[in-house]
Structures are given as structure tokens and as C-alpha cells.
């Protein structure tokens, strides 16, 4: 008889957990490899989003900085007409209206150029509107009412240009940061951690396929230490561009600006002294302040045409110290090449020309900067969907040995 077999069954084989390992670990690299693309192009993106408020920067600075010289400009034009005698209508009274229509003006462009600025430039805007309301008053009325009404012009003025300073204080401020993107580090990090993952993955690959390399795998590290790379170099970029848009041609701006605001102060002082007729020690001194910190800033420039101005201003400061108002009152009214106004004027033109060449190469930088970075933005988002492809590639190719 046939011996009883029954008790003799085998088993039947326990299904290998590789595949799904496999399939599981082909999510895992996937997944990883994206994750480090997408903090990469974030990253880039906000690199490119910082550059392009650099040029804005200069370009507003400077702007603010027309704004303060029309404004002072407006009340020098009438405390002149004043000096003179004029009707409202009269010809310095009128520019003295037109330069304050034209600060307002800078304003609302400077409020719409940027729009983080906008609240402090409205509360600027409302301040310059009472303030054109007083210099109004003051233009074509008897001196004795023009006097008081100019010396609360004179106050309003001064907070103006304390609120501008404020203002432009807070834009050299951010010009001094650096566009270091905030996640930059991060990026090397998740890069550096998500090549950790893929590098696990390939050890446990090669302990089940018995192979030392797998290419799939190999070449998911190597895009991922690619994009270390590629958003190192856009960093780079970013501060090179920054470098030349916000030390270089914003620190002339600035120069130029503080060269016109204390040649304004400095004429404002010696305006203030023919209109009142009284010339005393502190007078003599705030202008010889303005005058030393007006060359300072335009000796960083090479600006022209301040000795003009100075020799102007010395002969003027003789004649008021010899209480010679009406010689005094004849040099301050000048507009010849080398008279005082005529010096100022000069200066200021070329202090214009100098700020207006700044930020037209502040923006250039930047703008060239900002076209690289989107190159490596894309550049970026090809390594990792490659990274992840060949990944997934790799280990399907493990797979399949299963099948």
C-alpha cells in the first residue's frame, strides 16, 4: 500500500517584502529629491523678489531728496519775495507755490513706486499741504504780517525735512541688508538631509540586490547636491548684484543728497539773515556747519562749484556784518554764474546729473542679476525632476528583478 504522505505538506514559500520595499522606498526618493527642488526654487524666487527692490531703493532715496530740496527751495523763494517786496503773484512768490506742487507731486510717485512707504508719505503729504497753505499767507502781505507767518513756515519746514530724514534713514537701512534669502541655509540643510534619505535607500537596495551602487539612486545624490550648489551660486549672484546697486551707487545718491540738503540749509541760514537783517555768531556758525558737511559730501563725489559758493557766501557774511542790507540783500538776490544762487544752482546740477547716473547703474546690476537667477530657476526645477525620475528609474530596474 502507498505510504501516508499527509503528514509530510510543505509549506508554501513566505512572499518576499522586497517589491514593496522597493515601491515604497521609489515614494521615499521621489519624494525627497521634489522636497529639495521646490525649497531650491522658493529660495531663487526670493533671492529674485529681493534684487528687485534694489534699484527702488536709490531711486526712492534720491526722490525723497528732490522732495526736501523743493520744499527748502519754496521757502527761500518766499522769504525772497518778501525781501523784495513782490505781490502775491510776483515771480518768486509763484515759484515758491510751483515748488511745493512740485515736492507734492514726488510724493504721490514715491508713495506709488512703493507702497511700503505710503503712510509715512501720506502723513508727509498732509504736513506739505499746511505747510504751502502758510507760505501762501506769508508771500504778499505787509512784512510785519510775512515775518511771524515765515517763521512758522520755517518750523514746518524743519519737520518736514525731520520726517524725510526719518524716511530716507529707514531706506539705507534696508539697503545695508544683504539679499541673504532667509531659507538659503535651510535649503543646504534639507538638501543635505534629504541626500541622507537617498543614501539610506541605496544601502538598504544594495544589502537585498546584493550591488554596491545603484546609478538611479547615485544620480538622485548627485542632483541633490547639484542643487546645493545652484542655489549657492545664485546667492552669490544675488550679493554681487547687491553690491554694486546697494553700497556703491546708493552711497553716492546719498552723498549727492546730503551735499544738496546742507548747501539748501546753508542758503536757507543766510536768506533767513537778509529777510530779518540781524547776522549774529550762531548764524555765522550754522552756516560755516552747513558749508564744512555740504563739502565733506560733495568732496566724496568730486561735485563743482563749491568754492563758487563759499567765496560768494564770504562776501555776503562781510557785507551783513557791516549791517550793508541793501549790498546784501542785492548779492543774495543775484543770479549771475558766480553769485551765490548762481553757485548753488551749479552745484546742485551737477549733483542731479551724478544721483541721476547712480541709480540708472543701480538698477542696471540687478536687473542683469535677476535674468541669471531665472536661469537657475530653472535650471533647478530640470535637476529635480531628473534627480527624481532617474531615482524612481533606479529602483524600478531593482524591481523588475523581482517579477
Partial sequence: MPADTSSFDIAPPVP?????????????????????????????????GDLASAPNLAQQYARLGEVQHDLSAAARLAKVSVILGEAADGANAAAAIDQVVAASGLLVESAKERPQDAAALQAIGGDTLRYSLTLASAVGSPRTQALPRLAVAQKQLDALLGQLDDLQAQLAAE????????????????????????VWASWLVAQRSHRVVNLGLAAAVVALLSMIGITAAAQGAAVSASEASRSTQFARVVNTTAAVRHLD??????????????????????????????TAAASKENLTGLSSFTNARDSLDTQMSKGEWKAATSALTD????????????????ARSVSDGAVTIASAAPTSARATLVVQLVLVIVVALVGAALGVLGLYQRLTEYR
Fill in 175 to 198: 539697503a545695508d541688508a544683504r539679499p541673504w534669502s532667509q531659507g538659503t541655509p535651510a535649503v543646504w540643510l534639507v538638501c543635505l538631509a534629504m541626500a541622507a534619505v537617498v
Fill in 335 to 350: 543770479t549771475a554764474k558766480k553769485s551765490l544762487s548762481g553757485a548753488a544752482q551749479a552745484v546742485r546740477d551737477n
Fill in 265 to 294: 540749509a546753508a542758503q536757507q541760514v543766510l536768506t533767513t539773515a537778509v529777510l530779518t537783517q540781524t547776522w549774529d555768531a550762531t548764524a555765522q556758525a550754522n552756516t560755516t556747519t552747513e558749508v564744512k558737511s555740504a
Fill in 16 to 48: 518576499s517584502r522586497t517589491p514593496r520595499l522597493l515601491q515604497r522606498l521609489q515614494v521615499v526618493v521621489a519624494l525627497a529629491v521634489l522636497i529639495a527642488g521646490a525649497m531650491s526654487t522658493w529660495v531663487i524666487a526670493d533671492l529674485r
